[in-house]
């Protein structure tokens, strides 16, 4: 017996080692373990893609509970034979990345970006992010994570940007994108537009004035933001409502703290009248909705903010100031001109950028999209349940592979989720005003001539500014990373759908849902065949980790502290799929003093027995019999629970049987035996201990890969597989 069985186990002193030797086997490569005849060459496949991190920084715990559930998942699957990838990969997360870098680099240099040619700003914090890649590729390592690292992707790289503007081409001659100009979320600090779903809400104390636009008008109207009311060019009340039926058609003009303002008096059905004094001022140029009633009517737009957040228009003590110190400006205008009927204070839901906390403004800004909505000729045939040629939309098909049960989502709650947010998905807007990101692949000349083009279509052609929204390319993950748009690619062919996604619930519609979007579409195939949602990740007080709260635990120092495979059981143990978890460094310490179990029991059967004990070729005792016969129903049970992926149940049985019925009852008995026994008995119980530690140490490897790998390297025989993460999972 090897002499660090005589101390307690340390994890600082192995973990490393033992990556590297993984590392160097080469056998994250499902191609490598098919050359040397670990997997069979015609084995079932099985594939994840790596939820890309983005390359703002280092990992945390959130991290490090995905990359636990997925390893287990992968080194499961491998050793049940299969052709078993994982493909690794980084975000650029353009609008993040750009953002961090650009607040670093002024607080030590005081330029920004406007300081700086486009591309030499664009290196500066490609560098930035790439540095921070290689942090995030180490603490990935740390994890113990399985991942084919010659297969190693990024959003931005060559590879990717192929795939990116072949799918921006595709999109554009199917006329499913186009650009015109809309409303949009306008994040004034970052200076961009962002997604609907990259707004938070956050409640904050509003003041609802009701007043009238002049003298001669003949009702009040309500509203939060008085300072847009010089940009209305309606007002909008319920057809039915009859306070306002008479002045339905009217029109009146007036001066509304310097400008010069005509409404309309429209009827609409989708105003509440129950809501303020039910009638509305339509702005069209500053609210989404506004804007949508203003299409249905006709109605002219007038732009009063600007991209800054300051006023356009109105009196000398208006214009060109803020929009919220304009807000009062206008609201005492209102009470100078005894127009102000009451102000009411409120709770209202204010936009906020989720990246730059800069609050949102909606603008009207020439921009690209994508029609969810639209109807075109399915181009492809290998998508059950839709024909080629048939007629449908990106909506409809983003709908049909849930409801088809192609793509499974668990739990199945988030399906209503899903349903929901595809249901009333608007026209996605693809284009952002920064730098940092896959530029727009459309190329202007003289102002008029324009074309799509992965590169210049020539002298003269100049390239759109805007980029691509970072969803854009991670959309695209599942496939890009396997050779498309090359549908001939090996990876693509054998890979491709991906076998399962693990991302968290507030994902779901920001990312599953592109991913099944692009897929279907530009593939003709989901992109995954199950979506496994996990939860968020809590502090024992049941807190979002924050750096507001300083509650925040760096997964590596964890690490250091306690061992990998003691963080891994505790982000796995008592997790279902769905729920958060509250993260208690307790249960940390508790699965460290399980793996020094494990350690101890290994030291045990490592005195009493040797490797010559295996190929004991005498009968096992009626005892042991009933032990063996025990052990294999627990290991079909696992085994089934396994394939359901329902590793919180494993995990913990697992823990319990090592511990409560290996340690506590068979190796006590053991020792009776050995004291006791006659040589029958003993020999059968040597060869028992030996093969029930075996198999604990292979299905526990999954979850705790370093102690158990460590473990195999002493209790292995020359029969066996010389890598414990290559052995065969115990044989029902």
């Known amino acids: 017996m090897n002499d660090k069985y005589l101390s307690p186990y340390d994890a600082s002193a192995s973990e490393s080692t033992i990556y590297d030797m993984w590392e160097q086997s080469g056998y994250f490569n499902p191609d490598a373990m098919i050359r040397d005849g670990l997997t069979k060459e015609d084995a079932a496949p099985f594939s994840i893609v790596l939820p890309p991190p983005n390359v703002t920084g280092q990992l945390h715990l959130g991290h490090a509970f995905e990359d636990a559930t997925q390893d287990a998942i992968i080194r499961y699957r491998r050793m049940k034979g299969f052709r078993t990838l994982w493909v690794p990969g980084t975000d650029h997360a353009a609008i993040a990345t750009q953002a961090k870098f650009e607040k670093e680099h002024y607080k030590k240099e005081k330029k920004s970006r406007h300081d700086y040619d486009r591309n030499d700003f664009f290196d500066m914090t490609l560098d930035f992010g790439r540095a921070h890649q290689s942090t995030i590729l180490g603490q990935l390592k740390k994890m113990g994570a399985s991942l084919d690292w010659s297969r190693l992707a990024f959003t931005l790289d060559e590879a990717r940007q192929h795939a990116v503007y072949t799918a921006f081409k595709k999109m554009y001659d199917a006329e499913l994108i186009y650009q015109k100009d809309r409303i949009v979320n306008w994040d004034v600090k970052g200076q961009t537009t962002v997604s609907d779903d990259e707004v938070l809400r956050e409640e904050r104390e509003a003041t609802m004035y009701t007043f009238k636009y002049s003298d001669d008008f003949p009702f009040p109207i309500a509203s939060t933001r008085p300072e847009t009311k010089l940009g209305d060019t309606a007002v909008a009340v319920h057809p039915d409502d009859t306070r306002y039926q008479q002045y339905i058609g009217n029109e009146y003009s007036f001066t509304f703290a310097g400008a010069d303002v005509t409404v309309k008096i429209i009827a609409d059905e989708h105003v509440d009248s129950e809501f303020g004094v039910g009638a509305l001022g339509v702005t069209p140029a500053h609210s989404m909705i506004d ?149 727009i692949p459309v190329w202007y000349k003289d102002g008029e001539d324009m074309k799509v083009s992965e590169t210049s279509p020539g002298y003269g052609w100049v390239q759109d500014t805007d980029t691509l929204d970072t969803w854009f390319s991670s959309g695209l993950w599942s496939f890009s990373t396997l050779g498309w748009p090359n549908t001939e690619a090996e990876d693509f062919k054998t890979y491709h759908p991906t076998n399962l996604l693990n991302p968290g619930y507030e994902i779901l519609p920001l990312w599953v849902s592109r991913m099944i979007l692009m897929s279907t579409f530009l593939v003709g195939d989901i992109p995954f065949k199950e979506v496994h949602i996990h939860g968020m990740l809590r502090d024992k007080q049941g807190r979002k980790f924050s750096k507001s709260l300083n509650n925040g635990i760096d997964p590596l120092e964890v690490i250091e502290q306690y061992g990998t495979d003691a963080l891994r059981m505790a982000l796995t143990i008592g997790v279902t799929p769905g729920q958060d978890m509250s993260f208690d460094l307790q249960k940390v310490k508790a699965y460290r003093k399980f793996a020094n179990k494990l350690w101890n029991i290994t030291r045990f059967v490592l005195t009493e027995t040797d490797k010559q004990h295996e190929v004991y070729e005498g009968s096992f005792s009626k005892r042991d019999v009933e032990i063996l016969n025990h052990f294999s129903e627990r290991t079909k049970e696992l085994t089934k629970e396994m394939d359901e992926n329902k590793l919180y149940l494993v995990a913990e049985k697992l823990y319990h049987y090592t511990w409560h019925t290996f340690a506590d009852e068979i190796l006590e008995e053991s020792k009776a035996i050995f004291e006791n026994g006659n040589d029958s008995e003993i020999l059968s119980r040597k060869k028992l201990l030996r093969h029930i530690l075996k198999n604990i140490c292979i299905m526990l490897h999954p979850f705790m890969p370093f102690i158990t790998e460590e473990i195999w390297q002493d209790l292995k025989n020359n029969n066996d597989r010389d890598i414990l993460m290559t052995v065969s999972w115990p044989q029902l």
Not at 341 to 356: C, D, F, M, W
């Open 291 to 439: 804007s949508e009633i203003a299409e249905r009517h006709d109605l002219p737009s007038v732009q009063v903010i600007n991209e800054y957040g300051k006023m356009i228009i109105g009196n000398d003590d208006i214009k060109n100031t803020k929009a919220a110190v304009a807000r009062e400006t206008v609201a005492q205008w209102l009470r100078d001109n005894n127009l102000m009927v009451s102000e009411e204070k409120i709770i209202q839901n204010v936009g906020i950028a989720e990246r730059t906390g800069g609050v949102i403004e909606p603008l009207p800004k020439l921009q690209w999209w994508i029609n969810v909505n639209k109807s075109f000729d399915y181009p492809h045939d290998s998508l059950t349940g839709i024909e080629k040629g048939q007629s449908v939309t990106l909506k409809e098909l983003m709908l049909h592979v849930v409801e088809n049960e192609e793509v499974s989502i668990v739990p199945e709650r988030f399906e209503k989720t899903y349903r929901h947010w595809i249901t009333n998905l608007r026209d996605w807007n693809i284009s952002r005003q920064i730098i940092f990101g896959h530029q």
